[in-house]
Nanobody
Framework: QVQLVESGGGLVQPGGSLRLSCAAS????????MGWYRQGPGKQRELVAA???????NYVDSVKGRFTISRDNAKKTVYLQMNSLKPEDTAVYYC????????WGQGTQVTVSS
């Protein structure tokens, strides 16, 4: 069983930055593929970024060059650094842990608006 708790969301102006954190409980954190998903108003949930157990990463095209996913296995935490934020990045952001089963956090709201 894995529990995930996201933090770091909030209101930011276009062009600003935020860093999301996702703290995990449970064992074998380093073996999980960790991902950040988001769901904007009236939209389907989409994968934003993922980091595998070997540290390799992948991103949806719309955030490449602006967002960076990273993990600290000692702290059992995954991060999403978001720079040059745009209004279309507004969404609830969810942390996900995947191995045999998938686990979700409760989500954190990110609003990009002037």
């Amino acid at each position: 069983q894995v529990q995930l708790v996201e933090s770091g969301g909030g209101l930011v102006q276009p062009g600003g930055s935020l860093r999301l954190s996702c703290a995990a409980s449970g064992s074998s954190f380093s073996a999980y593929t960790m991902g950040w998903y988001r769901q904007g108003p009236g939209k389907q949930r989409e994968l934003v970024a993922a980091i595998l157990s070997d540290g390799s990463t992948n991103y949806v095209d719309s955030v490449k060059g602006r967002f960076t996913i990273s993990r600290d296995n000692a702290k059992k935490t995954v991060y999403l650094q978001m720079n040059s934020l745009k209004p279309e990045d507004t969404a609830v952001y969810y942390c996900n842990a995947a191995r045999v089963l998938r686990y979700w956090g409760q989500g954190t709201q990110v609003t990009v608006s002037s």
